[in-house]
């Protein structure tokens, strides 16, 4: 069965649904489990079920399927993180809510790594996936910062900069030590982080 994947992690994709549907799945299912230049255009087009035609006139190029599935996993991605923040009220709950939302689906058996991460090594500086990459990385720490700020950090920035140095050390550390409890630790190390920042420490 075809599966798509939703922020960092896989899960099964609905069958059916527009070529510009389809192909996204097939891209977010092979591109982030092979990898973006190992996947033909060819491979796509066969998975998501449509005519070559499809994907050009849809996207354009290649690259723009990339540029989209990536743009896709950064839209799901803010999705999920915004859902397990909802659940709280206050800037430090929510800042722990992100370490919380990278539980539900790091530890998922399809876990492949940061998708932005295996994309970038693949690229060369400046290209378009680059900038999508740049463009999640900047939101995750803006993400960081404001709510580090809202909390009361006296230096938001420096505060946002070690939770996103701990975000991504969860991530590698789920994928290639295959350690899902890293995230129950790195929660405690976040939890310490903006308590002894919002101490003045």
Not at 25 to 39: C, D, K, M, P, S
């Amino acid at each position: 069965m075809p599966t798509k994947t939703v922020g960092t992690a896989a899960e099964p994709a609905a069958p059916g649904g527009s070529a510009r549907e389809r192909l996204l799945a097939a891209a977010n299912e092979l591109f982030y489990r092979e990898g973006i230049h190992t996947v033909g255009i060819d491979r796509v087009i066969e998975r998501a079920g449509v005519a070559k035609a499809s994907l050009y006139n849809t996207f354009g190029s290649k690259d723009e399927l990339i540029r989209a599935y990536l743009q896709e996993r950064h839209a799901r991605t803010a999705g999920r993180i915004g859902a397990a923040m909802e659940r709280y009220s206050t800037p430090r709950e929510k800042l722990l809510a992100i370490f919380e939302s990278q539980a539900d689906y790091f530890t998922s058996s399809e876990f492949r790594g940061c998708a932005f991460m295996n994309a970038s090594a693949e690229t060369q500086p400046g290209s378009s996936i680059e900038q999508v990459s740049d463009e999640y990385r900047g939101w995750i720490r803006a993400l960081f910062t404001g709510l580090a700020e809202q909390a009361g950090a006296p230096d938001p920035a420096a505060l946002a900069g070690r939770l996103v140095v701990l975000y991504d050390g969860a991530g590698l550390s789920a994928r290639m030590d295959r350690n899902p409890g890293v995230f129950a630790d790195v929660r405690v190390m976040a939890a310490a982080l903006i308590d002894s920042a919002l101490a003045g420490g």
